[in-house]
């Protein structure tokens, strides 16, 4: 204690009065700085655990500041009457004291604008139909299917007076894929009324054409994109070969020859089918207007061997025989080619060479003789 009252009130003596006054005024000072401080201590933890928005707040970040201000204010006030670093200190921190920042909003995020003049519009996969896939067709197929697929509307059958087929629907609805809105109403009852076909391209087709209907329903203003579905429609076979010069299926052990892959291959894409077997050889295809083709490999004996396609997109059942025979001459060295070996041209006799042959005796001139007529 900072006086003697306790020393002089246990020895049963008076109080001092001097003594008496210190003692009171040191406790009043005390218990002043004491209240300041848990004043100060109070409002700050009011301030900093009023939530946004709350009703003491307002959500107003004015107003919040305005609060965390005022009460930096009280806690100086009590600084000062309290005299202490503390309460100095409780102030300066009220009054310096800021919510936490928000975040100033970015700038309004707007929908994107029609194209610029000259520029094509971005795409809408909305507006893309999953078309045919690739038949593939054969030889023996009609053409409906490809020209269908590339909507080539006058290549496709005009409708008759017996039962519609998919291909007289498909005859009314392919004008309403070019921009022809009233096709839509004669094709969609004509293949209401049709059962789902048996053959696998008459299906696709059929798949196809519902699937443009579902379109046009869902959005009647809109003339679709069409992209080829993926997949085929049938499976994709291989039923022989056959040269691209004499259409046989025979080639010379020489090889060299071009074949074609004759089956229902029509309509797969270049990429789709990239290799063959040829008995035990590899060979690679390539693809033309006509069709897939490869060239016949050199091979060690004639007889027939199996042709299957090894390497492709799609799985290609079925199988071909190509036949190899001996050629009328001899291979050459190189492989890969059926030319027969040809004899070099004879040179002319130079002047000396033909001075000296006249100088000969007759028994040289009866030997050469004899040599050319065995060349020849």
Known sequence: MPCGGVRWARKGLPESPVCGRRCAMGWQQQEHRMGALVCSILLFAVVACEPPGSP?????????????????????????????QGGNQAGNQGGNEEPGAVAAPGPPVLPPGPAAPGNPPANDD?????????????????????AL????????????????????????????LTGDAAAWDRAIPVLAAMNPPSDCLELGAYQALQRA????????????????????????????????????????????????????????????????TVGSVSVPVTKDEVGFSFAAPQVPTDGAVTVRVSNADVQVDGAATLTFVQPAQPCTAGPGTSTPTESAPQQEPSPSESASAESGTGTETEAGDDGGGAAG
């Open 56 to 84: 003491g707040g307002n959500g107003n970040e004015g107003q919040r500041t305005s609060s965390a201000t005022a009460s930096g204010a009280a806690g100086n006030q009590a600084g000062n009457q309290g005299g202490t």
């Open 213 to 276: 209907v579902a379109f046009h329903r869902q959005r009647p203003d809109v003339t679709p994109e069409l992209r080829s579905a993926t997949g085929t429609a049938c499976q994709p076979t291989l039923e022989a070969v056959e040269g691209t010069v004499d259409g046989s299926g025979t080639a010379t052990v020489c090889g060299g020859e071009s074949f074609y892959l004759v089956g229902r291959l029509g309509g797969l894409p270049a990429s789709a089918v990239r290799a063959v």
């Open 149 to 176: 697929s590339a909507v080539q509307c006058p290549a496709l059958p005009l409708p008759g007076d017996q039962e519609a087929s998919v291909w007289d629907a498909a005859s009314l609805l392919c004008p309403a």
């Open 126 to 146: 909305a507006a893309v139909l999953d078309w045919l896939p690739p038949g593939p067709v054969s030889r023996t197929d009609p053409p409906w299917y490809p």
